[in-house]
Every structure is written in C-alpha cells, then in structure tokens.
T-cell receptor, first 115, second 115 residues
C-alpha cells in the first residue's frame, strides 16, 4: 500500500541553524501539507501546497518557514533559523485531488529537537 | 473559525470494556469529520470518517456517527483490546474551501487498555 515517507526520523539542531525536513508524498497525490505537534499538545496546521504554490498557511508559518517541491517526488519544509520553540514533531500529509471526503494520509513524522 | 473539542484524558480501561470518547465541533460550511489514531512511536493513521450528517464511520470495531444537531462525532467501541492503546484525535475539514482544506484537530486523548 502506498505511504507517505519522511526523513530524517529525528533531527537535532542548534538554535539559529537551518533545517530541512523531507517528505515523499504518495505518488498520485496533488495536495500536500505540513503539520506540527508540540509535545503533549494538539496537531496544528502549518501550510498547504498545490500546483507548486502555497494554498494556505497558518499564523505559525512565518518568514522563517518555507516549502518547496524541488522535483516530482519530494516536498520539503525549511526552517531558516531555528528557535527553541520550533522543537516538535513535524508531519507531512498528502491527498488525492477530487477526493470528496478530503482524507489526508500522514507520514510517520520527523522529531525536531532544537537545543 | 473551526474548532474541535475532545474530552479530557487520559482514559484507562480494562480489556473488553466499552469505550466512548467524546468529540464536539464548531465549523463553517459542511465539515467532514475524522478520527485519527497515533500508536506509540508512529504517525497519524486515519481510523474512520464521515462526510455528511447521520453518516456512520466504522473500522476495526470502532464507530462514530456524524450528529449535526448536537455537532458531535463521538467514538465508540464495544470491547477494547490492549492493542487499541494509542492516542485518538478527532478532526474536521470544511468542505466549502475545496480539496486543499486543512485538518483542524482536537487535543487528542490517550487510551490505555489493561490486560
């Protein structure tokens, strides 16, 4: 069964450093998302992406964040200068166009630890 | 805006006990409703869904009915197993904004099932 994959599974970085989180969505999906989950809190929407541009972004997704689909398979989230409060689990998700129920398929997540 | 409220946890049950996890929502438009499950160390998996009022979603013995009159989507299972121990998230998307709608999650509730 097709699945969303994410790398790395765990990333440790120092405050102020840039990180890139990578995702490979399901191959026939066209809509892509990033969510994050700070430890013990709810899963929060960051950004949605379609047709090579951002469709919607949350207040969390400020100028320090960017997303890109550099080729036909990868979808990346970049944090330019990490802060301690960026420590969280980051989930990538994708969905097939025309899906009435808007079911999103999630990857296993990348745990980002900023020290 | 959209919001999802889940009952406070954690919940601890004995094997074969009956489970109810409450979820209520506030949404504009006509939301689709979902339950996602997160097993220890894993990502989010869709458990079940319902896309219109009075629909019942079901999977792996779990059920939830979309109740528009009470804006609720409570999760139930008649007889839980140790393997059901996980974190359960209620979530919604609002159909009116198209297929790239974001998921809005509740806080999640941890279920532990004792043998």
């Amino acid at each position: 069964e097709p699945e969303v994959t994410q790398t790395p599974s765990h990333q440790v970085t120092q405050m102020g450093q840039e990180v890139i989180l990578r995702c490979v969505p399901i191959s026939n999906h066209l809509y892509f998302y990033w969510y994050r989950q700070i430890l013990g809190q709810k899963v929060e929407f960051l950004v949605s992406f379609y047709n090579n541009e951002i469709s919607e972004k949350s207040e969390i997704f400020d100028d320090q964040f960017s997303v890109e689909r550099p080729d036909g398979s990868n979808f990346t989230l970049k944090i330019r200068s990490t802060k301690l409060e960026d420590s969280a689990m980051y989930f990538c998700a994708s969905t097939r166009s025309g899906t009435v129920s808007y079911e999103q398929y999630f990857g296993p997540g990348t745990r980002l630890t900023v020290t | 805006g959209n919001s999802v409220t889940q009952m406070e946890g954690p919940v601890t049950l004995s094997e074969e006990a009956f489970l109810t996890i409450n979820c209520t929502y506030t949404a504009t438009g006509y939301p689709s409703l979902f339950w996602y499950v997160q097993y220890p160390g894993e990502g989010l998996q869709l458990l079940l869904k319902a896309t219109k009022a009075d629909d019942k979603g079901s999977n792996k013995g779990f059920e939830a009915t979309y109740r528009k009159e009470t804006t609720s989507f409570h999760l139930e299972k008649g007889s839980v197993q140790v393997s059901d121990s996980a974190v359960y998230f209620c979530a919604l998307t609002s159909r009116s904004t198209g297929a790239n709608s974001k998921l809005t999650f509740g806080k999640g509730i941890t279920l532990s099932v004792r043998p």
